[in-house]
């Protein structure tokens, strides 16, 4: 333990994990709202956003994050010149954060998808008899259930997210990754304690939102 | 349109006009944004011959990519086939009535579920060689840490599986004279196995991706032959990390069709059949559990 | 079944992790001169596994399946120095972080690796040579006016994540913004499109980089180094004599050529001179 002891590293431990916390948040917010549009083009009736949302699915759910990320720093920043703040840090962490969001967007936007077909579907038909449009029957009617059932997937994906966070370590931002790799470089001794400090740390917030979202979905689940 | 969709009417005249009107806006709207995109990487260049002329030649495939997608595939299927045997190994451990047992398993599960995959092979790589004694190769570090992880995903996907199998049919194993070995393997597995398909084949994808985190111990799979180590060569970084992408999700589309492909055969078989708001997404039982780890 | 069959495929896997696990023992052997350490696996086995860096120009570079630059044909000349012929090499991908537990545990017999000799790692393995000196420096644009570290102020600085250059500007120039990744082939597109004014590491790497055909003309090493990187080759802590031998061929490489040639086939390309090899400058191979 004698690593934390060093005010300098115990503060590199400290920031890395308040980056992952800052990276999950907004990009739990973003890859949210940004997901519910998805899923609402996918099964709107207009071909071309239901063409747009399978593309934007296909494309981010099959490319690995590493690469998401490696496009945000040489496609968005480096070539389409988008500079999100003078910091450089700050606009690798936006950066960073467009890439969370745009990916998990992606998987929010299946498990909505999916959580969508959880409502009989005699639900809908009823909504569209007493005359709703698309707008309202979604709104509504069959979000607000699909809502229910998809508070587990949900729960996994931000989970993921939070875990994902480290991948923005490619492109230079100090989280838990490079800074557990920086201290176990000059520590080569207690490899073992760093690793377990930083794996448990991330197991200390995780298990707990687990088992949280894990009861929530159960007394939120509709009963059928 | 698919006509069977139960969100909306058939569209009349004025959503045909309505529709017809979103249509040309986001259209062209989205051809402005991507010819944008198209002339500012032209712009800076990115789209010149000698970026991409590496591309044409023979030895860039032979010594770099294909190398590179090979190791790829290799870690990822020794991958799979490990972390399936985790997770029912796993799944069926947390189920037991055994506490000594349970109770281990489900620390094991819950414990690499959260923990980022990147630590976890960077520490299997520099760390567990300090345990053993002896080194790690990069190959075993990249495909224990899959294991790992995603066999403790797939240990939670058996788990709401094999729960999701109706109780009678333990019962009647057991009134058959089943031993309770008898009735895991022989009942409840193969049900949970085919209700979970698509789930298990989604997570499969999960894992072919996640190789590509294998950079951090210079595994030498597709992303650290075909972009970093070509790039290292003929300094064409973007371009060369554009073609590792396509080729990743031409891969994983393929998988993801047949995960689409099993589920629709075991639909067609009887299984869960329902009718669907949305069509084409995945089932109901297949949410729960997907990580879309790295 | 074949959930039966997949789960015994498994297990035979499984197996066979903990069997290459347990196999990773093919390092020194003793050779019927009885010397031990490289010298005598170089004797008995005729075969020498050496470390070395897979991504940078000049110095150590994979090309395909071939390994080429100036720390491969250092490996070269110690290889035929011990009577190892240049074949019966196996060139082995090392990266910063894994040199030491790599020669620690047996992994490869030597590490030519752009391998700065410290007092650190000297505690873990030993050290021959040096067979070059190094030290940091800046790559700029061709026109660039940064003439050197003190340069820095409010720029930016492109270096890879966790180096020893990269800590150095953190502590040394902290008015220099520096944007850290995994790999210095990430740096070099960024500095020629403007959005870094420098890269920074050993002056040898970035003239390595720079010598690159699709980089040509463009980029220029300021030369003004601001460290000492003394590159040495690494063995075992205990392999005194191997350490010695080692130093004993670098010395006769110096004396009949076949150091500079090494140079000039590589780095030499770039049209720089041979730098003359100090044979006074040394290791004692941990010797007090």
């Known amino acids: 333990m004698h690593v934390f002891a060093d005010p300098t590293n115990f503060d590199a431990y400290l920031s890395s994990f308040f980056w992952i916390l800052k990276l999950t948040g907004a990009s739990a917010v973003l890859a949210l709202v940004l997901g519910v549009l998805l899923a609402a083009m996918r099964v709107s009736p207009v071909p071309v956003l239901r ?83 698309f707008a309202q029957t979604l709104r509504i009617v069959v979000l607000p259930q699909a809502t229910r059932s998809v508070v587990a997937p949900l729960g996994s994906i931000l989970i993921a997210l939070c875990k994902n966070a480290t991948i923005v370590g490619t492109i230079g931002l100090m989280e838990s990754s490079n800074v557990m790799k920086d201290l176990i470089n000059s520590n080569g001794d207690a490899v073992i304690p760093i690793f377990l400090v930083f794996a448990g740390t991330f197991a200390a917030f995780l298990i707990p939102t687990g088992y949280f979202f894990g009861w929530l979905a159960n007394r939120l689940a509709v009963k059928r | 349109m698919s006509a069977n969709t139960v969100l909306y009417d058939h569209p009349g005249p004025r959503a045909r006009v309505r529709n017809a009107v979103l249509t040309v806006i986001f259209g062209v709207a989205l051809a402005g944004l991507l010819w944008w995109v198209y002339a500012k990487f032209d712009q800076a260049g990115q789209w010149e011959g000698a970026l991409w002329q590496p591309f044409t030649e023979g030895a860039t495939w032979t010594q770099f990519i294909l190398p590179g997608l090979r190791q790829t595939l290799f870690a990822a299927l020794t991958g799979m086939v490990l972390s399936l045997a985790f997770g029912i190994i796993f799944a069926v451990g947390r189920l037991s009535e055994r506490r000594w047992i349970s109770i281990p398993a489900g620390a094991v599960v819950e414990f690499f579920r959260a923990v980022p995959l990147l630590l976890m092979i960077f520490f299997i790589f520099y760390g567990v060689p300090f345990l053993i004694q002896a080194p790690v190769p990069a190959f075993w570090a990249v ?152 | 079944m074949r959930i039966k069959r997949v789960a015994a495929v498994a297990a035979v896997a499984a197996l066979a992790i903990t069997m290459t696990a347990c196999g990773g023992d093919e390092g020194s052997g003793t050779s019927s001169s009885g010397a031990k350490g490289i010298v005598g696996k170089a004797e008995s086995q005729k075969k020498l596994v050496i470390g070395v860096k897979a991504d940078q120009p000049g110095l150590g570079l994979q090309t395909g399946s071939q390994y080429e630059g100036f720390d491969i044909e250092i490996g070269k000349i110690i290889a035929k120095g011990l009577g190892v012929d240049a074949n019966n090499i196996e060139w082995k991908t090392t990266v910063s972080n894994n040199r030491e537990p790599f020669i620690q545990q047996g992994t490869v017999d030597l590490v030519v690796a752009t391998y700065t000799i410290n007092d650190e790692r000297k505690q ?34 492109c270096s890879a994540s966790g180096s020893t250059p990269a800590k150095r500007i953190q502590t040394d120039y902290p008015k220099a913004r520096l944007q850290q990744f995994d790999s210095y082939s990430k740096c070099l597109p960024l500095l020629e499109n403007g959005q870094v004014d420098a890269v920074t590491t050993d002056d040898i790497i970035l003239a390595g980089y720079a010598a690159q055909s699709q980089f040509a003309g463009k980029f220029k090493v300021v030369g003004k180094t601001f460290s000492t990187e003394p590159y040495g080759i690494g063995l075992k802590k205990d392999d005194k004599d191997g350490c010695e031998k080692v130093n004993e061929i670098l010395k006769a490489a110096a004396a009949d050529g076949t150091y500079k040639a090494a140079w000039d086939t590589s780095l030499g390309k770039s049209g720089k001179a041979a730098p003359e090899l100090d044979t006074t400058k040394l290791t004692n191979c941990g010797s007090v």
């Open chain 3, 124 to 157: 873990k393995v030993n050290f021959a040579g040096p067979y070059f000196i190094a030290g940091q420096d800046l790559l700029v644009k061709s026109d660039s006016t940064i003439a050197g570290p003190e340069g820095l102020d409010g720029k930016t600085v």
């Open chain 1, 51 to 133: 063409g747009f949302g399978a593309a934007w699915v296909n494309t981010f759910r099959n490319t690995p994050l590493t690469l998401v990320i490696f496009f945000c720093f040489f496609g968005l920043y480096s070539t389409l010149g988008l500079s999100l703040a003078d910091d450089l840090d700050l606009n690798n962490f936006w950066l960073g954060v467009i890439g969370l969001s745009a990916y998990t967007a992606a998987f929010v936007c299946e498990a909505l998808r999916s959580g969508v077909n959880t409502v009989p579907a005699g639900q809908a038909e009823a909504a569209r008899a007493i005359g709703l449009t």
């Open chain 2, 143 to 294: 495909v224990a840490g899959l294991t790992l992880y995603n066999g403790s995903v797939l240990a939670e996907a058996f788990r709401a599986g094999i729960r999701s199998v109706p109780g009678g049919q333990a019962e009647a194993a057991y009134a058959v004279g089943l031993r309770k070995s008898q009735v895991m393997r022989l009942i409840l597995i193969p049900q949970a196995a085919r209700a979970m398909l698509p789930v298990i084949v989604s997570q499969l994808v999960v894992l072919l991706k996640d190789t590509a985190l294998g950079y951090i111990v210079a595994f030498p799979e597709l992303m650290q032959r075909g972009v970093n180590d070509l790039a290292a060569n003929r300094g064409n970084i973007v371009a060369a990390a554009i073609v590792a992408a396509a080729i990743y999700i031409v891969i994983n589309s393929l998988l993801s069709a047949l995960a689409s492909w099993l589920d629709q055969r075991s639909q067609r078989r009887g299984f869960r059949a329902q009718r669907r708001i949305a069509t084409g997404a995945n089932p109901a039982g297949g949410i729960a559990v997907v990580e879309p780890q790295g």
